[in-house]
């Protein structure tokens, strides 16, 4: 009966030596430890909830979605995206496939998780989350802008190029030839 007494209380005082976070609800959540590599785990013990607070091994961090260390060429800690409410959210991704997971954890939001979306999805920030590529028209640039570039010779012929790159070029040339006016357009494909 000592014995059973003694463990109750210990269960007690670890919890309120190691409870800042107060687990209610069995599970793993992560938690701020640096790199994204910590997270708690929380028990039902006799006495209530005890909390352990562990690190994934060098290389790994902690995945939300999984709830297991994983490896980081997957899943990468983005400390330096600020989070301010728990959710995905859009980042500078030229294909839209990436994304921020800002993730809640016992006590708060934590560092925010890089996420790739599975192939053939993309990230859609309307649903903030991945959605077939069909279904949402990424608006990144994934290739550099076509530029509209024009050239005009003012003198007795009016002359202008119209050019986007890797486009035909369309050459408008305009004159007053005795007194009749003279459009000429020509249409010139580029290799």
């Not at 919890?15 to 785990?41: H, K, L, W």
């Amino acid at each position: 009966m000592i014995y059973k007494c003694f463990l109750i209380y210990l269960g007690i005082l670890w919890q309120s030596v190691n409870g800042a976070d107060q687990c209610v609800t069995r599970g793993r959540f992560p938690n701020r430890i640096e790199n994204c590599r910590g997270y708690t785990m929380c028990i039902n013990g006799p006495a209530g909830f005890i909390e352990y607070n562990l690190t994934c091994p060098e290389s790994f961090i902690y995945s939300h979605l999984e709830n297991l260390c994983t490896n980081v060429t997957s899943y990468k800690c983005m400390p330096e995206f600020k989070c301010t409410e728990a959710g995905n959210f859009e980042v500078d991704s030229e294909n839209c496939t990436s994304f921020a997971a800002c993730v809640e954890g016992l006590s708060g939001l934590v560092d925010a998780r890089w996420s790739e979306c599975p192939q053939g999805t993309v990230f859609s920030p309307t649903e903030k989350s991945c959605i077939n590529e069909t279904l949402y028209g990424c608006h990144k640039i994934e290739d550099s802008p076509n530029i509209l570039s024009i050239l005009i010779n003012n003198g007795p012929i009016f002359t202008a190029n119209f050019t986007l790159n890797d486009a035909p070029t369309l050459s408008y040339h305009y004159t007053t030839v005795y007194g009749f006016s003279l459009l000429l357009l020509l249409y010139t494909i580029k290799r």
